[in-house]
């Protein structure tokens, strides 16, 4: 089946195309060089890309755990620019859970270990079938 993902999709032209490591503990980390067609302002990242970086990242150190997840909540804070065309590290880690909720912290870091951007992200549970169709609950505990 093939991943079109925007984030992690192998199979999508305009993707990200991340490859993203799970640790068993509940933390995620990816190495990547941000392209100039993820520009916002000269050679900075654009704001969007960023966020869905992070929410990826996070995303991924979920699944440490065998869960799918989506987005409910996400607080992005920019610390510095982002710039493109160098390497960047974006790591996501479990830091609780509330219910079936999770809860998580990532950040994107530049050279020199500078934090650029940092993160909180609230997940609910993918969504369950009912009545035959997938429906997405977010839960409200937020």
Same mark, same amino acid.
């Given at each position: 089946?093939?991943?079109?993902c925007?984030?992690?999709?192998?199979?999508?032209?305009?993707?990200?195309?991340?490859k993203?490591d799970?640790?068993p503990?509940?933390k995620?980390?990816v190495?990547?060089i941000?392209?100039?067609?993820?520009?916002?302002?000269?050679?900075?990242?654009h704001?969007? *890309?960023?966020?869905t970086? %992070?929410?990826? &990242?996070?995303?991924?150190?979920?699944?440490?755990? $065998?869960?799918? @997840? #989506?987005?409910a909540? *996400?607080?992005?804070?920019? %610390?510095?620019? &982002?710039?493109i065309?160098k390497?960047?590290?974006? $790591?996501?880690n @479990? #830091?609780?859970?509330?219910?079936?909720?999770?809860?998580?912290?990532?950040?994107?870091?530049?050279?020199n270990?500078v934090?650029?951007?940092?993160?909180?992200v609230?997940?609910s549970?993918?969504?369950?079938?009912?009545?035959?169709?997938?429906v997405?609950?977010y839960?409200?505990?937020?």
């Amino acid at each position: 089946m093939e991943n079109y993902c925007f984030a992690c999709g192998q199979s999508n032209p305009y993707g990200l195309k991340l490859k993203i490591d799970i640790h068993p503990s509940g933390k995620s980390y990816v190495e990547f060089i941000p392209k100039r067609e993820y520009e916002g302002y000269p050679g900075i990242m654009h704001g969007g *890309i960023t966020s869905t970086i %992070l929410d990826e &990242v996070m995303v991924y150190a979920c699944k440490a755990y $065998n869960e799918d @997840v #989506v987005t409910a909540k *996400i607080e992005v804070r920019f %610390l510095r620019p &982002v710039p493109i065309g160098k390497k960047l590290i974006a $790591n996501g880690n @479990v #830091v609780g859970k509330k219910g079936k909720a999770y809860i998580t912290e990532g950040e994107i870091i530049g050279e020199n270990g500078v934090v650029l951007a940092r993160a909180k992200v609230h997940f609910s549970p993918y969504p369950f079938l009912l009545e035959g169709h997938k429906v997405f609950v977010y839960q409200a505990i937020f």
